[in-house]
């Protein structure tokens, strides 16, 4: 039977390590934890890292960096205003990456109940430890359900707007590239979550997810597959991102609300 990323139980196993670190990226994730511990000092609880850095899959020059922070108390705008300083500077010192992407949180707002299928999930299952004492012990284990596909990604129908604005508002290539790749990887990953709980398992891989979603939509399959190599390879063309708003982002939001529902609500902040 496949591994599928689920143990002998059918629970999520843990991906990422800090071991699978690619050697081009080591230094990265030093500076990173040495520069998260100095810009937080005692107001940080613990730091995790996640994407393809982790997973020992990122690509010299076009992964990015993706990191978690976790602070003792709710941050504020001079946490947010860190977290802004501590990204640029490990941006442009490192051409290792292309970005860094930071999630700041409270330590209480990652544990809570609302969380516990979304922000609780994405710590426990696809964050490495890389500071502090590891919050996931305090955090059930979770199996590739229905509940779990609405509270991770059953928000698209209301997110689309702000997608279509921000492209409106994009003029350069470079602007058109980065919302290239982070809606490609939006529209990839919900894809992928809404056939999850049937295909029984996870995977992080892109190109796989694409892949297992043709497998029930065979229809939209060369769509969902060329999102996946857009966000791999992203493209500074505004027709590719007006596809996604138009037609295929629509259609993922009605068929995600009608198979599993829509995603709990949360308060503004």
């Known amino acids: 039977?496949?591994?599928?990323?689920?143990?002998?139980?059918?629970?999520?196993?843990?991906?990422?390590?800090?071991?699978?670190?690619?050697?081009?990226?080591?230094?990265?994730?030093?500076?990173?934890?040495?520069r998260i511990a100095e810009a937080y000092g005692r107001r940080l609880h613990s730091a995790y890292l996640y994407g393809s850095v982790p997973r020992g899959t990122?690509?010299?020059?076009?992964?990015?960096?993706?990191?978690?922070?976790?602070?003792?108390?709710?941050?504020?705008?001079?946490?947010?205003?860190?977290?802004?300083?501590?990204?640029?500077?490990?941006?442009?010192?490192?051409?290792?990456?292309?970005?860094?992407?930071?999630?700041?949180?409270?330590k209480d707002r990652l544990l809570s109940?609302?969380?516990?299928?979304?922000?609780?999930?994405?710590?426990?299952?696809l964050c490495t430890p890389l500071l502090g004492a590891d919050l996931a012990e305090h955090l059930p284990r979770y199996r590739p359900d229905g509940l779990l596909a609405r509270e991770t990604n059953g928000d698209l129908a209301g997110l689309l707007p702000g997608v279509r604005?921000?492209?409106?508002?994009?003029?350069?290539?470079?602007?058109?590239?980065?919302?290239c790749r982070g809606v490609s990887r939006h529209l990839v990953r919900t894809g992928f979550t809404l056939v999850m709980p049937r295909w029984g398992g996870w995977t992080s891989d892109?190109?796989?997810s694409?892949?297992?979603?043709?497998?029930?939509?065979?229809?939209?399959?060369?769509?969902?597959?060329?999102?996946?190599?857009?966000?791999?390879?992203?493209?500074?063309?505004?027709?590719?991102?007006r596809a996604y708003v138009e037609d295929l982002g629509p259609w993922l939001a009605d068929e995600y609300a009608a198979r599993h529902g829509t995603k709990t609500p949360r308060p503004a902040g």
């Open 113 to 125: 109940e609302q969380e516990r299928y979304d922000l609780g999930w994405l710590l426990a299952c």
């Open 1 to 34: 039977m496949e591994h599928r990323g689920l143990d002998a139980y059918g629970y999520f196993e843990r991906e990422g390590a800090l071991g699978h670190v690619q050697a081009e990226f080591r230094g990265l994730v030093a500076a990173a934890r040495e």
């Open 165 to 179: 604005e921000r492209i409106r508002e994009a003029t350069t290539p470079e602007e058109y590239r980065k919302l």
């Open 210 to 241: 694409a892949e297992v979603f043709a497998q029930y939509y065979p229809e939209r399959a060369d769509q969902m597959r060329a999102a996946a190599a857009a966000a791999l390879d992203p493209v500074a063309d505004p027709a590719v991102l």
């Open 206 to 208: 892109l190109t796989e």
């Open 58 to 106: 990122a690509r010299p020059g076009r992964s990015d960096l993706d990191l978690l922070i976790a602070l003792h108390h709710a941050p504020g705008e001079e946490d947010r205003d860190t977290t802004g300083a501590l990204a640029h500077g490990l941006d442009e010192e490192f051409p290792e990456i292309d970005g860094v992407g930071i999630l700041l949180y409270g």
